[in-house]
């Protein structure tokens, strides 16, 4: 099992740390450059930004972990069990969403980093997605890697460049073929 000691021990910092590769696109604003908390806002709060803006895409670039809470039998207390094993890279599109589809299938095609999970990509219905969708933009929520994942951790720290720019270069031949 692998221990997370510290949910940020790879935060998406590293990652959103490499803006000159999303300045290059030149078709959106970043709303954050690290790991934030947002008092009593959701997501939605960005789409709210997208709106006004006239945003045509909206990214959101995230970490995934496989947990679950367990009762241990020892103690009768909750626990949080870890899943080493299951790991990759995914982008999530909004279930129907044929401009986040294709969106995600552009991003997922340009990453070698970090296995795909699957195909690369997955339907999901998500708030923040379903919100930008009503706007007729393409919306994606990107699963870089797993933090209870060993080797995606690892990867992500060596190579966070290297994916920043591979997620870049998925937007811009998005961009470019819409």
Not at 2 to 10: A, T, Y
Not at 61 to 69: D, F, T, V
Not at 102 to 112: H, M, S
Not at 142 to 156: F, L, P, R
Request: charged letters at 25%.
């Amino acid at each position: 099992m692998f221990e997370v000691r510290n949910k940020r021990v790879v935060n998406l910092t590293k990652i959103l740390s490499y803006e000159t590769y999303f300045d290059n696109i030149d078709c959106g604003d970043m709303t954050r450059s690290g790991d934030i908390k947002v008092d009593d806002k959701k997501l939605s709060w960005r789409v709210k930004k997208a709106k006004t803006e006239g945003a045509d895409m909206l990214i959101s670039i995230h970490l995934n972990s496989a947990a679950r809470e367990v009762v241990n039998p020892e103690t009768g207390k909750k626990e949080i069990v870890y899943n080493e094993e299951v790991r990759g890279f995914v982008v999530l599109h909004q279930p129907g969403d044929t401009k986040g589809l294709k969106l995600a299938q552009a991003i997922a095609k340009e990453q070698n980093v970090i296995p795909l999970k699957g195909q690369g990509t997955a339907s999901q219905r998500l708030q923040v997605l379903n919100e930008f969708r009503k706007t007729g933009g393409a919306g994606v929520l990107i699963e870089v890697g797993y933090i209870t994942n060993s080797q995606d951790v690892q990867a992500i720290k060596e190579q966070a460049s290297k994916i920043a720019s591979q997620i870049s270069s998925g937007i811009i031949n998005y961009y470019n073929n819409k």
